[in-house]
């Protein structure tokens, strides 16, 4: 079946510092999603990218599609201790399969003051 | 509301014991998805339903796990003999669109935390 990996599994940053976690399928996508999981909370949803090289931002933010498809990256820039939490991705399979995205494990970030 | 809704938000079972755990979606979302969170960072795709119909349920442990959505009820999941596996978090989701629409979003409940002791 399909798979999403995420890398890496932790980050550690100072605060100010750039922070990318990148996300790898192996299968082609038609979309991806991104989520943000703060610590004991819930997911909220960020974003979703459906074309080819797509780049999408918010804020420090940067989402960025890859050509085939088959990963994501997310950017923050100059990081702040509100960025604290579990970035994950979510990817849905281009043909056949579920139609339910598929997360991947997380990167969580932690952001030292 | 404008909020998922998922009670309790904490619930102790004995190992055999059932647990059931609720969920209102948003008002005016027609889909709901389950999910279960072990070891905080793994999410599990239980079920998800169109209304009151099952619209996948491709990872849903058919053994132990029900689940339904009732007109003008909240959702709920139901684990009969629980093991002790099955401790984790489980979060609901619903969205207004389906997962294959380009406006589809999922917004998440607090989710439940089940603990079998």
């Known amino acids: 079946g399909q798979q999403v990996m995420q890398i890496p599994q932790y980050q550690h940053v100072q605060e100010g510092e750039d922070f990318t976690t990148y996300c790898n399928s192996s299968t082609t996508l038609s979309n991806i999603q991104w989520y943000k999981q703060r610590p004991g909370g819930h997911p909220v949803f960020l974003i979703q990218?459906?074309?080819?090289?797509e780049v999408k931002k918010q804020k420090r933010l940067t989402f960025q599609f890859g050509e085939a498809k088959k990963n994501s990256s997310l950017h923050i820039t100059a990081t702040q201790t509100t960025d604290v939490g579990t970035y994950f991705c979510?990817?849905?399979?281009?043909?056949?399969?579920?139609?339910?995205?598929?997360f991947g494990r997380g990167t969580s970030l932690i952001v030292h003051p | 509301g404008e909020e998922v809704a998922q009670t309790p938000k904490h619930l102790v079972r004995g190992e055999g014991q059932k647990a059931k755990l609720y969920c209102a979606p948003i008002?005016?979302?027609?889909?709901v998805f389950w999910y279960q969170q072990v070891l905080k960072n793994e999410f599990k795709f239980l079920i998800s339903f169109q209304n009151e119909n099952v619209f996948d349920e491709t990872g849903m442990p058919k053994e132990r796990f029900s689940a339904k959505c009732l007109p003008n009820s909240p959702c709920s999941l139901e684990i009969q003999a629980t093991k002790l596996e099955d401790s984790a978090v489980y979060f609901c989701?619903?969205?207004?669109?389906?997962?294959?629409?380009?406006?589809?979003?999922?917004?998440f409940g607090p989710g439940t935390r089940l603990t079998v002791t």
């Open positions: 989701a619903s969205s207004q669109y389906p997962p294959r629409a380009s406006a589809y979003e999922q917004y």
């Open positions: 990218l459906v074309k080819s090289g």
């Open positions: 979510a990817g849905r399979q281009a043909s056949g399969g579920s139609y339910i995205p598929t």
């Open positions: 008002k005016g979302h027609s889909y």
